[in-house]
């Protein structure tokens, strides 16, 4: 109810993969295949983007209310942000720590295929999670 929570949490993440939606099945499977190399990756499913960035503005003094939701999910490490929308939808998460961050999303439309074949072409599959992840080492 506060706009996001903890689905993976390990004792010393080198990365955290904020998922929303529809992909949080390829961040888990991301997070998986990251381990196998020894990279521990947190995983935090977001559930309202409007939530965390009026916590945010509120610690900026910019808004009032809460925002421990930000200390609870979000470490410093660094961050690869994914949804099946617009990438700059969670963009912002990357402020929050002031963390390097590489966004996942959807900037072009109108194709049609195979759930596994728009999601590798939208860079959202499991795969493209993990070469973000990589390059953000």
Avoid at 63 to 76: E, T
Avoid at 109 to 128: I, M, N, T
């Amino acid at each position: 109810m506060a706009g996001a929570y903890s689905l993976r949490r390990k004792e010393n993440p080198a990365i955290t993969i904020a998922a929303m939606g529809a992909v949080v099945p390829e961040a888990l499977q991301a997070a998986e295949r990251l381990d196998q190399v020894g990279i521990e990756a947190d995983v935090v499913c977001v559930t309202s983007p409007g939530l965390l960035f009026q916590a945010q503005q509120a610690r900026q003094g910019l808004a009032d209310g809460p925002s421990w939701i930000l200390d609870q999910v979000l470490r410093p490490t660094p961050l690869v942000t994914v949804l099946d929308g617009h990438p700059h939808t969670l963009a912002f998460l990357a402020t929050v720590n002031r963390v390097a961050s590489i966004s996942l999303g959807v900037t072009r439309f109108g194709q049609a295929g195979s759930l596994e074949d728009v999601y590798r072409y939208h860079g959202l599959d499991a795969d493209s999670i993990v070469r973000a992840a990589l390059d953000l080492r």
